[in-house]
């Protein structure tokens, strides 16, 4: 059955699942199992937290398979179950971390052409900005985190969210401009 359900939309097969074919759901988990442990990665250290996070996660989206509307796009509505349960996680352990980051998605303009960049290796790139990101208020890193990383539009981070798509637009802009002058000041540039 897999094999019949490759080409068809994450949408059809979530509505294949509310309809008994509980055996489709396995193509879902196949096609964000990566994508969700990456976001993820971006919440919790690694290890077992995420893995344990990763299998709530899938239960509760089997679970609640049935409230799925399959007139929207599924991918907002895993990532908000995602978003729900990692929230819950991080509650459970009183933990604000944040795996490392590339420089160049938030700042292009400084890293270039600039010889830091040189000077820094990928790693050491990566604790800078979460050094930086760690100071910021969730409600700021959330929108850079689902919008650089997980790719999803100011849409779709509307409604993992729950807030309005100018809300993301804002959060949006006043992290970038939180976030520069942490990262300047540690870098000295």
């Given at each position: ?19 008994g074919?509980?055996?489709?759901f396995?193509?879902?988990?196949e ?9 993820a ?33 599924f ?15 991080i ?6 971390s944040?795996?490392?980051f590339d420089?160049?998605?938030?700042f ?8 830091l960049?040189?000077q820094?290796?990928?790693n ?29 539009s100011?849409k ?28 300047e ?5």
């Open positions: 059955m897999r094999e019949d359900l490759i080409g068809q939309g994450d949408e059809k097969i979530a509505e294949l699942v509310q309809n074919q509980t055996e489709a396995g193509v879902l988990i096609r964000y199992e990566d994508k969700i442990r990456r976001y990665r971006k919440f919790l250290s690694e290890g077992e937290d995420i893995n344990d996070a990763l299998q709530d996660i899938f239960i509760k989206v089997y679970k609640n398979i049935q409230s799925f509307d399959a007139k929207r796009r991918s907002p509505w895993l990532y908000r179950i995602a978003h729900n349960e990692l929230v819950n996680v509650k459970k352990r009183n933990k604000n944040l795996p490392f420089l160049d998605t938030i292009p303009q400084y890293f270039s052409d600039n010889s960049k040189s820094i290796d990928n050491d790139m990566g604790r800078l900005l979460d050094q930086c990101l760690n100071k910021l208020p969730p409600k700021y890193r959330e929108p850079i985190i689902l919008y650089y990383y997980e790719d999803l100011y779709e981070i509307a409604d993992v969210m729950e807030i309005p798509v100018s809300t993301v637009g804002v959060r949006m802009k006043r992290a970038k401009d939180l976030v520069r002058p942490l990262c000041k540690l870098t000295h540039f």
